[in-house]
């Protein structure tokens, strides 16, 4: 029996899942977590060879982002209506994490043009090849950025992948911004683990995965993971004095046995 190119593609896809999930690893320890990390490939996100992937991907499709729809952008809608409706103005926003500033793209496209300042938070090597773009300011460091005011921070599918995720999260909920969305968090709901997760090159960059490039490299690189415990991140939203005004099941973004991903828009008290 003959399969079709479509099926054969579903199946190709599979396989190719199959293997990430059998390649991914453990540990009891970010530290351990890392250095094996770094066996594989230097640096995680700030990876070189990843950065300029990523960079190639934003340029070839610059004009696309516009039209383009990906998980992160359902749960910034969501934020911006709640935040007009209430102050009938648009935010300043600090996206911890944008890459290459695609989300700017999408929302100047959405808005007519009509001007919003949508900064960003990324890693040094990253922020480098962002030299030449207009559109955002670009910080390879936060509490740089956070000098600034904003009334609205956004990170999608970051704030895991830092070595020092709580540092991060504190200093994010002691910036005092009004509003805070978090979407496409790693969670559990108790306890932190620890992962070395594996992806293809080009899952990687601007688009989540949903935009098309020419090199479509299946290479594998590796980055640290650290599922986050939700007792304790609800904890430290309390302490800094924020309520949470929206928490919702996410789409996707969650990594690891017993985990779970959650849209969640806090406001300051």
């Known amino acids: 029996m003959l399969i079709s190119k479509n099926n054969f593609e579903k199946i190709f896809n599979l396989l190719k899942s199959a293997k990430l999930r059998i390649l991914q690893k453990e540990f009891s320890n970010i530290e351990d977590c890392i250095k094996f990390c770094n066996k594989k490939n230097l640096n995680s996100f700030n990876n070189k060879e990843l950065s300029n992937y990523s960079f190639e991907k934003f340029s070839e499709n610059k004009e696309n982002f516009k039209f383009e729809n990906n998980y992160s952008h359902k749960f910034l809608i969501e934020i911006l209506l709640i935040y007009v409706y209430k102050f009938k103005r648009l935010p300043k926003i600090i996206d911890v994490g944008g890459v290459f500033g695609e989300n700017k793209l999408y929302l100047d496209y959405l808005l007519s043009n009509t001007e919003i300042t949508y900064d960003i938070v990324e890693v040094p090597n990253k922020v480098s090849l962002a030299k030449n773009l207009n559109h955002s300011k670009f910080y390879n460091d936060i509490d740089e950025a956070l000098k600034n005011k904003y009334d609205l921070l956004f990170t999608s599918s970051t704030l895991q992948y ?81 309520k949470i005004i929206r928490e919702t099941n996410g789409l996707e973004g969650n990594f690891g046995k017993d985990t779970f991903n959650k849209n969640i828009l806090l406001e300051k008290i």
Do not use: D
């Open 162 to 242: 830092y070595q020092k995720t709580y540092e991060i999260i504190t200093k994010i909920l002691k910036s005092e911004i009004n509003y805070i969305g978090f979407t496409r968090g790693n969670y559990h709901q108790s306890r932190e683990l620890y992962f070395a997760q594996p992806s293809y090159i080009y899952q990687n960059g601007p688009g989540e995965g949903f935009v098309k490039i020419k090199n479509k490299s299946s290479k594998i690189i590796y980055y640290h993971n650290t599922a986050i415990s939700y007792l304790k991140f609800k904890r430290l939203i309390v302490e800094n004095k924020y």
